[in-house]
């Protein structure tokens, strides 16, 4: 039950953000990133290194909010999609963080973990 809840939670926190991410953006619909393209561009490329680093612009903290947000959209290849929202959703939320204060990382950092993600998601 208060799983349920919890997860609600975040579905309202995450729907509030994409509102807020897509306001501030001239109303303009985000980009479309399958979750191959955002483990390119936000992890392998190093961006999210950059923003845990504080070694970020803006626009690449921004960045960063609008990938994992389009990474929320797809399903994920393996292991519970329940889960693999939630863990979207934090990343959602600590880049939002780190994009409002540079300063403000620790979640990030937490919440980019590759290999315990990889290991409930990414297959083989
Ligand atoms: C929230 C979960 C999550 C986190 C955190 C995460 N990954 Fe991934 N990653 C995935 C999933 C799921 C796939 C498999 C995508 C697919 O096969 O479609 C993947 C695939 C990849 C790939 C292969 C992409 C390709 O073209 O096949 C690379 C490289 C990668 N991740 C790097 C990283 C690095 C580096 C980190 C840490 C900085 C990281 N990932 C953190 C979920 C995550």
């Not at 903290?61 to 889960?83: F, T, W």
Request: negative net charge.
């Amino acid at each position: 039950m208060s799983r349920v809840f919890a997860l609600l939670s975040v579905t309202v926190i995450v729907a509030g953000l994409i509102t807020a991410a897509t306001a501030a953006d001239d109303d303009k619909p985000l980009e479309k990133h399958s979750i191959k393209d955002v483990m390119k561009t936000a992890h392998k490329m190093g961006l999210v290194q950059k923003v845990v680093g504080k070694e970020a612009s803006d626009e690449e903290r921004e960045q960063l909010v609008e990938l994992y947000i389009a990474m929320a959209e797809n399903d994920a290849p393996m292991g519970s999609q329940k889960e693999w929202k939630v863990r979207s959703a934090r990343l959602i939320v600590a880049a939002a963080d780190a994009a409002e204060d540079p300063e403000n990382v620790d979640a990030l950092k937490a919440a980019s973990n590759c290999g315990a993600c990889h290991k409930a998601h990414k297959k083989s």
